[in-house]
């Protein structure tokens, strides 16, 4: 069965304490890596997407990597305003248009 | 920075009742989401849209829902006899095309059903 694995579920970080937050996933096969942010009560919103093993995306303190098994969502010198939900979703070959979602990590910068 | 945006943003209904919810996809996008999140877990995939008809659908997605577009603009999911367990929020989401595979989500609809 394909899944899409995060952890950890919550992180607690000081403001400048950098951090990275893991999505592993067993899937069939991939077509595409989606990294989203979430802020309470609101919709995903876009941050990167990966296609290959070894590709890398970068935005602001936000840097995402693709291995053939993980993706990596390294975030720099965090900041309050970095506290949300991120999510990691999957588009599978051979599965349609669908995205496949993680539970997400739930990231708390405090000052 | 075009958007996709969703009506209404709360929704409060009884139970067997029908609801329609309503988004507006980014202009020129040609696929359309609809996609689920019930408090506490993770967003679930219901239907897929393109070329004004459903490409895949869910297990959720049974007999009581469906989508439509009623025109150039507005894309609509419809429950037709609302359960408790349809309480969630509710997103929209839309895609370029086939070589853009990014999906672009609205702000969401929150379903309660009492």
């Known amino acids: 069965e394909d899944q899409v694995t995060q952890s950890p579920e919550a992180l607690r970080l000081q403001e400048g304490e950098s951090s990275s937050l893991n999505c592993s996933y067993t899937v069939s096969g991939l077509r595409g890596l989606f990294w989203y942010r979430q802020d309470p009560g609101k919709g995903p919103e876009f941050l990167f997407t990966l296609y290959s093993a070894g590709e890398e995306k970068e935005k602001e303190r936000l840097k995402a990597t693709l291995t053939k098994k993980e993706s990596f969502l390294h975030i720099t010198a965090p900041k309050p305003e970095d506290s949300a939900t991120y999510l990691c979703a999957a588009l599978l070959t051979g599965g349609g248009n669908k995205l496949t979602f993680g539970t997400g990590t739930q990231l708390k910068v405090e000052l | 920075e075009p958007e996709v945006t969703q009506t209404p943003s709360h929704q409060v209904t009884q139970m067997g009742q029908e609801v329609i919810l309503r988004c507006v996809p980014i202009?020129?996008?040609?696929?359309f989401y609809w996609y689920r999140q019930i408090l506490g877990q993770k967003v679930e995939f219901l239907v897929s849209f393109y070329n004004n008809e459903i490409s895949e659908k869910s297990e959720i997605f049974d007999d009581q829902f469906s989508v439509e577009r009623p025109d150039g603009s507005n894309f609509t999911l419809k429950i037709r006899s609302t359960k408790l367990e349809d309480s969630a929020m509710y997103f929209c989401a839309s895609k370029s095309g086939t070589v853009q595979e990014t999906q672009y989500f609205g702000p969401g609809t929150r379903l309660l059903v009492l």
């Open positions: 202009s020129n996008h040609l696929y």
